[in-house]
DNA sequence: ACAAAGAATGTAATCGTTTACAAGAGCGAA
DNA sequence: TTCGCTCTTGTAAACGATTACATTCTTTGT
C-alpha cells in the first residue's frame, strides 16, 4: 500500500473531499469549516501524506530554494555563518544550495549563472570580491550580502570593521607598542580595504607613525599569514606588533615565526580578527577581535525571507556589532635597546 | 520581451519546432536531425532559455536534491568533504540540502524526517553514532555512509581507520616510545571504536602494555582535546607519547599542555588523525595520519549518483587509503630517569 | 416569503517539462 | 508496386499541487 507516497488525491478520496479543500486546509485552515478540517487531518495522517514540494513549487512559481554563494567551501570560518543561515532558512521550508565561487574559472560568471538561472528564489553573497556591475541583472531574484556588501544600496549584513581595527591598534597601543604593522586580505576584497583603512585611520588618531612596509599583503589564509611571517622574519627594522585580518592568517604568521625560535608575546605581538574557535586554544591563546558568526547567519537569512515574502530587491541594512577579546598573543613590547 | 524567462514553448515556436523535439535535442541530442539540432540551438540562444529545474524534477519524480546529514556544521572538518561532494552533485544537476543532526533535540528523529520526507533523491549520512535501525524504513532513498558506517551490508566510503592508528603507534615505537596513551572520540561513535581497537591490537603487536588509565575518552572537539591536556597534566604516572583520534583535539591538547609551560615534543609527543589544514601550521608541527577528505565527498557523491541512477538501495563500500604525515610533534621520549 | 449576502466546497485550468506512442518520410528489397 | 525497415518529428498525457471562479447551501433583513 505504501508503495507511492500519498498524493493530495489520495487524500481527497479518503477525506471524501475534493482536493482543494485538502490544500486548503494545509495552507489556509481558517477558511474550511471544523468539521472538514478534522476529516481532512485525519486523512492526511492515515495515509501518511506529505506535500510534494516540486509540485508545490511549480504551482506556486517558487523554486524553495536559497543559493549561498562563498568564496571558499573549505574555509571553516564559514561554516558557523552557514549554521545561522540553516538555523532560518530549514524552517521556513528553504534549502541551502551552497556554492563556492572559487572552484571554478570566472567567479563574477559564476554569479552571473546563479543570478540568471531562476534556481533560487533568493541568494545570499559571502564573497565581495565581485564586482556590483555583476548584480545588475534584470530579473535577478533578491540578494543580501552577509559579512560584505558592494553598493551601498545593496541589503547587506555586515560587521563593525573599521571599529574592529581601531580596537585592536588601540589595545597594541596601550601596551605600548609604537611599531604596528599589519597584515591584510586580499586587495579589492572590501573586508580589506575597510580594515585597512581602520587601521590607517586609527594609526593616525594615536599618532602613530604608518609604515607601508609593515603593511603585507595576504589573502586571509593561513598559508598567507606563514609567508607574512616569514616575511616579518626577514625585515632589517621590525614593527614590535601586527594587527591580522584574520585568525586563519595570525594562525599561520605564530606557527611560522614560533617555528624559527621567535617568542609571541615577548618578541613580537599579535592580534587577530574573527575569533575562530581555535583561536582560546594556540598557545598563547590569540588576542582577537570577535565576529558573531551564526548572528551574521541569522540575520541575513531573516533578511532574505522577508525580501522574498514582500519580492523586494532592496531592503535594510543591518551592522552588527564586534567585540575585543583579549588574550595572551599581545603584551608589552620587548624592552627598547 | 525578457519580462518572464522564456519557456520550452517560446523556444520551440521560435525554431519551428515541436516542445518534445526542443526537450530531446536538450536531453539526447543524438536521436535528432543535425539540422534541427542547430535551429533548437539556434533558438535557445536567442530566448536566454534555460530549462525549468522544478517542472522537470516534478515530470521526471525526482528532487534534483541529495541532503547531506553531518553532526555538526561548524566543525571544519567537513568542510571539504562538502566541497568533495558538491564538486560532483553541481555538475550532475544536483543541489545539496545541508542539515545538521546535533541541533536539534533527537538526531535520529531528524534522520528518519529526512528519509521519509521525500524532499530528496538520496542521502549521505556523515554522522556515525547513528543506529542501524533509523534507517530501517520501507521506500527511503538510497544511502551512502561517509567516514562512518553503521552495517556491514550499507554502501560507504570509509578509511583504513585501523590502519591509521597502527601508524600512529608504529611511528612512536619506533622512536623509543613504550607508555603510549590515546584519546578517543565520544563512545559509540564507529570511528572512535575502530581507532581504539586499532591502538589496542597496535600495542599487543608490538608488546606494549595497555594502559586503561591512559586511554582518555574526548568528542573529536579542540576542547575535549584541551580537557585531556589538564587530564594528563594531572596523572602521577603519565604517558610519553599520546595518539589522538582527531587533530582537532591533538590542537586542543597541544596548546593546554604547552600553556601549562610542557614542552612538545620533547616532554611529550602527540600524534593526532585527519591532517586538517592547521596541522601544518602549528609549532611544532603536528605529526599525523592524513584522510583525502575531498576524495571521500568526491566517491561518496559517485556512489550516491550511480545508486540514484539504478534505483538500487544497495551498492559497493569504499575503503581510501590514510597517509602517515611526519612533522615534530613526535620525537623520541624524555630521557628516563 | 424572497432577495441578498456570506460561508463552504467543488471544478478545472495552470505551472513547464518529459516521454510513450503515433505518424510521416525515405529507402531498399522482393 | 508494396512491404517493412529506420530515422525524425509531433501529439498529448502525465507529474502533483494551487487557486480563480463557479456553485451550493445557510442565514438574515425586510
Known sequence: MDRKTATIQDVARVAGVSTATVSRTLSKPSVVAKSTREAVLDAVAETGYRVNATASNLRRQRTGTVIVLLPNLANPFFSQILAGLASVLTPAQFGMLIADTQSGPDPEERLRHYLTSGQADGLILLDGTLSPEAL????????VLACEWLGQDLPSVRVENEKGAALAVGHLARLGHRRIGHVTGPRGNVLTETRLEGFRSA??????????????????SMDSGAAAGRAWLTMQDRPTALFLSSDEM?????????????????????????NIEIAQHLSPGLTTIRQPRTQIGVRAAELLLAMIETGSLTGPSELIEVEFIRRGSAARPPHEV
Open 250 to 274: 595570525a594562525v599561520g604568521f605564530l606557527g611560522e615565526v614560533q617555528r624559527a625560535g621567535v617568542l609571541v608575546p615577548e618578541d613580537v605581538s599579535i592580534v587577530g580578527f574573527d
Open 203 to 220: 594609526l593616525g588618531n594615536l599618532g602613530l607613525p604608518l609604515r607601508e612596509d609593515w603593511v603585507v599583503e595576504g589573502d586571509f
Open 136 to 143: 545588475a541583472i534584470p530579473g535577478r531574484p533578491p540578494v
